[in-house]
C-alpha cells in the first residue's frame, strides 16, 4: 500500500530537483563547508591573542591570526588537500539536477557552469581574506611576495584540478571516470587524515593516521566497483587506476618534501633548485616497491571486485510508489461519474436524480 505523504515529498523532491539554480549555493557551500572542514575545527588558525608568537624585530604575529585557508608555506600539504577535495565536492553539486530525457546536455551545461561559478566564488573570498590577513599579519617570510604567489598558485591550481577531477567522476565514461577518481581517493585519505588531527590533536591522532591506508584504498575500491569488470578489457583499466593511486602517492610524498624546506633562513631562492631535484629524487624512491603500501591495493581490489558483484543499476526511472501514484492520477483524470446526491422533493429515496431508476432495478437488472 503506498504512503501518500511518501509520493507528495518525493514529488516535490524532484520538482525541486528540477531547478538547476541550487547548484550554484551547494557547490559554494560545499568547497567551503566541506573541503575546509579540517582547517576549520583546527580554529581557522586562531588561538588565544596570549599564545600569538610575535616577530621580535617587527611586532607582528606570525600566527594566531584568523584565515580561512592555511596561507603559510608550513601548511602547503594541508592547503593543498583543502582544495583538491573541495573543488571535488563543488563538482558533486551538479548531480542536484536530476537528468530529463531530451534536456540532458542543456541541464548539465547549465549546472556544470553554476557549480563552476559558485566554487570560484568561494575559493576567491577564501583565497583573498587569507593571502590579505598573511600580508598584514604574518611573519615576513610568509608575506613576502614570491611566498605569497607561490601559496596562492597552490590554492587556485588546486581548486581547478579538484573541480576538473570532480567533473570527470560525475559526468564522464566509465573508465575515465575511475581514473579521475585515483588522485582524489589520495586526497580523501589525507583529507581525513587532517580531519583526525583537528579533531583529536596531533599527539592523539597518531595512531589514527596509520588508519590512512585503509581509506585510499576503500576509495579507490570504490572506481574500482564502479568501474566494473566486463568487458574482460576494463581489467587494465583496473591496473591503471592503481599505478596512478601509486604515482599520487609518491607525488604527495615528494610535495610534503619540499614543503619542509620552505622556511627561513633556508637558503632560498637560490637554493629552490637543488630542493626540487632532491623532491624528484624522493619521488622515484618512492615509487620502488620496497616503499609501497601494499595493503592499500589489496584493499582497494577487494572492495573492487565486490561492489562489482553488486547489482547496481543507474537508472532515472522513478520509483515504483511514484509510478502508481501517476498511475491513479492518469486514472483520475478521466470524466467520473456525479457524486450520488440528496432526492429531490417528489422522488423516491431509492431513485437517483440522473437516471430515475432506483436501487432495485439496478438489483433486477444484476439478477437478470
Not at 588565544?48 to 621580535?56: E, F, L, Q, T
Not at 600566527?63 to 592547503?79: A, E, K, M, N
Not at 629524487?281 to 616503499?291: G, I, M, N, S, Y
Request: hydrophobic share 50%; charged share 15%.
Amino acid at each position: 500500500m503506498d504512503n501518500g505523504a511518501d509520493v507528495e515529498r518525493w514529488a516535490h523532491l524532484r520538482r525541486a530537483r528540477t531547478l538547476v539554480w541550487p547548484v550554484l549555493p551547494l557547490a559554494a557551500a560545499a568547497w567551503w563547508v566541506g573541503g575546509a572542514l579540517p582547517w576549520t575545527i583546527e580554529g581557522l588558525g586562531a588561538g588565544s591573542p596570549r599564545d600569538w608568537p610575535y616577530d621580535a624585530r617587527t611586532g607582528s604575529a606570525s600566527d594566531g591570526y584568523i584565515r580561512l585557508l592555511p596561507f603559510t608555506t608550513t601548511s602547503l600539504g594541508l592547503l593543498l588537500t583543502i582544495t583538491l577535495v573541495g573543488g571535488a565536492l563543488a563538482a558533486l553539486a551538479v548531480l542536484w539536477v536530476r537528468a530529463r530525457p531530451g534536456k540532458r546536455l542543456g541541464g548539465r551545461l547549465g549546472a556544470v557552469a553554476l557549480a563552476l561559478l559558485g566554487a570560484v566564488v568561494s575559493s576567491a573570498y577564501a583565497i583573498a581574506q587569507s593571502a590579505g590577513a598573511t600580508r598584514q599579519l604574518g611573519s615576513d617570510f610568509d608575506r613576502d611576495e614570491r611566498v605569497l604567489l607561490g601559496v596562492l598558485a597552490v590554492a587556485v591550481g588546486g581548486t581547478v584540478i579538484g573541480l576538473v577531477l570532480g567533473l570527470l567522476v560525475v559526468l564522464a565514461r566509465p573508465v575515465l571516470r575511475a581514473l579521475a577518481a585515483a588522485p582524489l581517493a589520495v586526497a580523501v585519505g589525507s583529507w581525513v587524515s587532517a580531519l583526525a588531527v583537528g579533531l583529536l590533536g596531533a599527539e592523539r591522532a597518531k595512531e589514527v593516521l596509520h588508519w590512512s591506508p585503509v581509506v585510499v584504498g576503500a576509495a579507490a575500491g570504490l572506481a574500482l566497483a564502479a568501474l566494473g569488470l566486463r568487458p574482460a578489457r576494463r581489467l587494465f583499466a583496473w591496473v591503471a587506476v592503481l599505478l596512478l593511486v601509486a604515482v599520487c602517492a609518491a607525488g604527495e610524498t615528494a610535495f610534503s618534501y619540499l614543503t619542509s624546506y620552505l622556511r627561513p633562513r633556508s637558503g632560498l631562492p637560490n637554493g629552490l633548485r637543488d630542493y626540487v631535484e632532491a623532491s624528484r629524487d624522493v619521488f622515484l624512491e618512492a615509487l620502488r616497491p620496497q616503499h609501497q603500501v601494499w595493503g592499500l591495493y589489496v584493499i582497494a581490489v577487494v572492495v573492487g571486485l565486490l561492489g562489482s558483484m553488486l547489482p547496481w543499476r543507474h537508472t532515472d526511472d522513478p520509483p515504483a510508489y511514484e509510478k502508481a501514484a501517476r498511475s491513479r492520477v492518469g486514472r483520475g483524470s478521466e470524466p467520473t461519474p456525479p457524486p450520488r446526491s440528496q432526492p429531490t422533493p417528489g422522488q423516491t429515496p431509492e431513485q437517483t436524480p440522473e437516471t430515475g431508476v432506483g436501487a432495485a432495478g439496478h438489483a433486477d437488472a444484476r439478477v437478470r
